[in-house]
Every structure is written in structure tokens, then in C-alpha cells.
Nanobody
């Protein structure tokens, strides 16, 4: 069993930056691909980014490509999402998740989820 806890969310102006963290406990993250998803009010939870177990491979949603960077530190059992040039449409609850699959971009392929952290971008 893996427990995931997100942190780093908050209120930021458009154009600003935030760094989200996802800390794991229970089991080491090094054998899992990790992903970030987000859910805005009234919308489906959508894929943002994922990273392979080694960190060598990543994938991004087109809407965040070039602005967000996913990374991981397996020694610290932590995954990060650096978000730059934030836009009001990035406002959502952000969730991290762990998967036994290779770079999954589909919500159903993730096995463990955190509780989420709120990101609000003001215009």
C-alpha cells in the first residue's frame, strides 16, 4: 500500500509559479510511474503529466507542455511538479498518483491517489 500526500498548492497571480510536491509513505516510489492530474470545478479529472520510475521518461498534456516540469527524487520518495507561467485556466485541485504501468496517461491505470492540493490562479 502506498500513501501519497500532496503539498505546495496555493493562490498565485497569472504568470506566476508554484512547485507541487507529492510525498509517499508505506512503500518506496522507485518502482512506480508517477502522475499528476487535476480537476477543476464541474469538470472531469484530467491528465497533466507523468514520469517513469527512473525519471528518464516524461509525458505532458498539450495544455501544460513547455510550462510544467515533472521530476522525482526516489531517495526522498517524492515527486514534484514545477508550474511556471500559470494561467487562470490552470486553477484546479491537483492530485498525484502512482501506477505499476509504463507512463500511463489514463486515470484508470493508476493504483494509488493522494487527497489533492488546491491551486488557484488569479487573473
Amino acid at each position: 500500500q502506498v500513501q501519497l500526500v500532496e503539498s505546495g498548492g496555493g493562490l498565485v497571480q497569472a504568470g506566476g509559479s508554484l512547485r507541487l510536491s507529492c510525498a509517499a509513505s508505506g512503500r518506496t516510489l522507485s518502482s512506480y510511474a508517477m502522475g499528476w492530474f487535476r480537476q477543476a470545478p464541474g469538470k472531469e479529472r484530467e491528465f497533466v503529466s507523468c514520469i517513469s520510475w527512473s525519471g528518464a521518461s516524461t509525458d505532458y498534456a498539450p495544455s501544460v507542455q513547455g510550462r510544467f516540469t515533472i521530476s522525482r527524487d526516489n531517495a526522498k520518495n517524492t515527486v514534484y511538479l514545477q508550474m511556471n507561467s500559470l494561467k487562470p485556466e490552470d486553477t484546479a485541485v491537483y492530485y498525484c498518483a502512482a501506477s505499476n504501468r509504463w507512463l500511463p496517461t489514463t486515470r484508470a491505470l493508476y493504483d494509488y491517489w493522494g487527497q489533492g492540493t488546491q491551486v488557484t490562479v488569479s487573473s
